[in-house]
């Protein structure tokens, strides 16, 4: 167990929580930062590109012309890929690009990355994040004291206020915990824990 001060959102100590040291203090393995990284941007990939070999473009239906005595190479269709406006050879067809990795190796990546933010001092823990409206200039306001620039902020729920007010800020996203990913951990400066949150990611993860 490690302890961690948790702040308000004027950079006040409120209190000291124990952090779970199965979760905050894991093994850090680089090669699973990679693997669980690939996997993350695999699957965004959209693999929609396209083209039509000889079987999907228009025509073909007659022999171009006859057999013998033309002085032409022999030709069966106009579809053939050799003519233009053929058919493509080998091209690009709709895919998944996807894979997933073993659920051991998922889980193990991502409490790496929560350990590597609290070893870096780059972890944050703030008892709340209250908003009255949708304030852009607010939520600067309370990255700036605590010289924050590039920041993942995770709540335990929906908090709309927040969410809209960070989304026009370059570098700062907000993420609800059931959707914490390893790559949007190490993509970010800082990780941000709303102090719910480490109640829910306690639950989810420890064992």
């Known amino acids: ?101 073993p659920k051991k190796a998922r889980r193990a990546a991502l409490l790496a990355a929560l350990s590597l933010k609290r070893q870096e001092e780059k972890l944050i823990l703030l008892d709340g994040f209250p908003l009255e409206g949708f304030k852009t200039r607010q939520v600067l306001e309370i990255l700036k004291r605590f010289q924050v620039e590039n920041a993942l902020i995770v709540t335990d729920a929906q908090h709309v206020f927040l969410e809209r007010s960070a989304r026009n800020i370059p570098g700062i996203e907000v993420l609800r915990y059931e959707s914490l990913n390893v790559y949007d951990i190490l993509n970010h400066e800082h990780l941000i824990l709303l102090s719910p949150a480490i109640e829910k990611i306690e639950g989810v993860f420890a064992s």
């Open 1 to 101: 167990m490690s302890t961690l001060a948790v702040y308000d959102i004027n950079h006040q100590k409120v209190r000291e929580i124990e952090l779970n040291g199965q979760i905050f203090d894991a093994k850090i393995n680089p090669s699973l930062f990679h693997d669980s990284v690939r996997s993350h941007l695999a699957s965004e990939r959209k693999g929609t590109a396209a083209t039509k070999n000889r079987a999907l473009v228009r025509g073909g239906g007659a022999k171009p012309h006859r057999q013998k005595g033309t002085g032409r190479a022999r030709a069966g269709t106009r579809r053939s890929p050799l003519w233009r406006g053929g058919g493509t050879i080998f091209g690009p067809m709709p895919r998944d690009y996807s894979f997933s990795l």
